[in-house]
């Protein structure tokens, strides 16, 4: 399965939905299964965390034309509440230069509360 336009055999086995990568937005989505919970029955963080950067990378691939794509140079996660069912994760560009990146993402849950935020830099490779 591609993910905009990128081969990510990761995110195929987790069954992540790609839904849309443009104009420096993204947005993917996730049913959260028993084998990506910890043992408090939620969302593991990694889990979590590899969503909210894909999402960062996409948006900042969607700007620009990135044959070999968005590196994650620095990453900062919060997680604000737990994680469960069904949710989605929205990236966005902040700023965007020549090389470097600055984006955020957030996880919602079924109701649209926040669950995770994250902020990181990446650096483009055409």
């Not at 996730?30 to 990506?36: A, G, N, T, V």
């Not at 593991?44 to 990135?66: K, N, T």
């Not at 989605?88 to 600055?102: A, D, N, P, Y």
Request: net charge neutral; charged share 15%.
């Amino acid at each position: 399965m591609f993910f905009f336009g990128l081969n990510i055999p990761f995110l195929a086995h987790l069954g992540v939905v790609p839904e849309y990568a443009r104009d420096g937005k993204s947005r993917i989505s996730l049913m959260i299964k028993p084998e990506f919970e910890n043992s408090f029955q939620i969302a593991h963080g990694s889990v979590i965390m590899a969503l909210l950067d894909f999402a960062m990378g996409a948006a900042a691939r969607s700007q620009q034309d990135l044959t070999l794509g968005a590196i994650t140079v620095d990453m900062s996660v919060s997680f604000l509440r737990p994680s469960t069912g069904n949710i989605c994760v929205e990236g966005c560009v902040l700023r965007s230069g020549k090389q470097v990146s600055f984006c955020e993402a957030i996880v919602l849950n079924e109701v649209g509360e926040i669950t995770a935020k994250a902020s990181g830099t990446f650096m483009l490779r055409r």
